[in-house]
């Protein structure tokens, strides 16, 4: 089977540029640093599908916060490696003493080197915990951003979906047109009566009133796209259509136990959820070795003048630390960090749970929108074909007016379906990709 095109979620997982951004911040605020180094949008040029989503990944608040997140975490996994280094302190001195008969003047100065040579892996354990928790906010920006390339990909949709329904509202205002200019013309010669004309306005009023309704449709989805896209409504041009044909592959209901697996193994939150155990892991493992003893080096260097007389001096030494846990405090951090890693095992496993049935969901709405769609290409010639004979048999006296606005309404309603029913499957298929942890890409 073939969902359509998709790409990995790992599609997010690298904005060089803005990352670059980001590494470089001093005192500017992000929002400064990114903005350049982000697409526009111009209300003159139409919009495509994957020009929103990199506009939206771009600059959304909750995307730029998790590349901040990242800084963050590489930050501190960088001071954690800080500790394989050999620490340096130089101390200066200058004292002046003064009794009854005299006063003292020294000078003095000294450079210290120490260096932690073993302490039963708590350094190696606080730099892996370190690491992993920089994965998982790798991975949590990737689930965010597959979140928001859903969501826009949605509003987008539902943009267009309410411009087709604009257009189908159209077409069954101008047929309500003809059947009124249709009556009119044989109440004129005498073949019509003065209630086939006012059925026919009645028809047309309300064809009018649901072009309203179409147009403030399309109205209130513009203004949910806007705001995904952070920018005012009005700034919001033309949106460049989608190919439906995507919607001609089928989906095998064979192939949906693997979609299950598959969804629980790829997606972001299941990772982002590892990495966590993974961190608390080392949390653990970081704990019960600060109770044990460590062992440093250390070498200094000094000299010193007081009165006219120098000296110097040079001690190289061995030191070792034995904590005692009198008051339980490393217990109770052990005790801490395995139900961290507990509540992460269960996070985990919810992830997977919701997975699971978003996985189930989307597919069994996917094949229900296809169905519908099918049944509605169907329905749709037959409609056309049976509005437009209705309408000639009137005007040769054949038929009512109202069989000519029942089968008009009956056509313009399978317009509608045919059209609701195409971009309802575009949607599910948007969500079975993202519940598959993928992107949808339309042509």
């Not at 700034?235 to 259509?241: D, F, N, S, T, W």
Request: glycine share 4%.
């Amino acid at each position: 089977m073939s969902l359509c095109s998709v790409a990995s979620s790992r599609l997010f997982s690298l904005n060089p540029l803005l990352f670059a951004g980001l590494l470089g911040l001093t005192q500017m605020s992000f929002a400064a640093t990114a903005s350049p180094l982000c697409p526009t949008i111009s209300r003159q040029q139409p919009l495509t599908l994957s020009q929103a989503i990199s506009y939206a990944l771009c600059q959304n608040p909750d995307s730029q916060q998790q590349w901040l997140q990242i800084a963050n975490q590489q930050a501190a996994l960088d001071l954690s490696k800080a500790s394989n280094y050999p620490t340096l302190s130089l101390q200066g001195s200058v004292n002046s003493s003064y009794s009854q008969s005299q006063s003292q003047d020294s000078l003095g100065v000294q450079a210290r080197l120490s260096y932690l040579l073993f302490d039963f892996g708590q350094r190696q354990a606080q730099q892996a915990q370190a690491n992993f928790l920089l994965q998982q906010a790798q991975w949590h920006k990737d689930s965010t951003l597959a979140e928001l390339s859903y969501q826009v990909t949605a509003a987008y949709l539902s943009v267009l979906k309410a411009q087709g329904q604009i257009q189908a509202s159209q077409k069954s205002l101008s047929a309500s047109q003809k059947s009124l200019a249709s009556s009119e013309a044989r109440f004129k010669v005498g073949t019509g009566t003065p209630l086939e004309v006012l059925q026919a306005k009645s028809a047309l009023a309300q064809a009018r009133l649901n072009l309203v309704k179409a147009r403030s449709e399309y109205a209130n989805q513009q203004s949910q796209l806007a705001l995904l896209l952070g920018i005012m409504p009005t700034e919001l041009g033309e949106l460049v259509a989608v190919n439906l044909s995507v919607l001609n592959s089928d989906i095998n209901e064979n192939e949906l136990q693997q979609w299950l697996i598959q969804a629980a193994q790829q997606r972001p939150e299941v990772k982002a959820a590892q990495a966590n155990i993974q961190a608390a892991e080392q949390a653990i493992i970081a704990a019960k070795t600060a109770n044990k003893p460590s062992v440093s080096l250390s070498a200094a260097t000094g000299w010193q003048q007081s009165d006219g007389n120098e000296s110097s001096s040079r001690s190289v030494g061995l030191s070792v630390d034995i904590p005692f846990d009198i008051g339980g405090g490393t217990r109770a951090r052990i005790r801490q960090s395995e139900i961290q890693k507990a509540q992460q095992q269960l996070s985990l496993e919810n992830n997977k749970q919701q997975i699971y049935q978003q996985v189930w969901q989307a597919f069994y709405q996917l094949q229900a929108a296809l169905e519908t769609v099918s049944a509605s290409q169907e329905g749709l010639a037959s409609s056309d074909s049976a509005a437009q004979m209705a309408l000639a048999r009137y005007e040769v006296g054949l038929s009512t007016i109202l069989d000519v606005l029942n089968a008009q309404s009956q056509a313009a309603s399978t317009q509608q379906q045919l059209l609701a029913a195409q971009f309802d499957a575009l949607a599910a298929r948007n969500r079975l990709s993202y519940a598959l942890g993928q992107q949808l890409a339309l042509p």
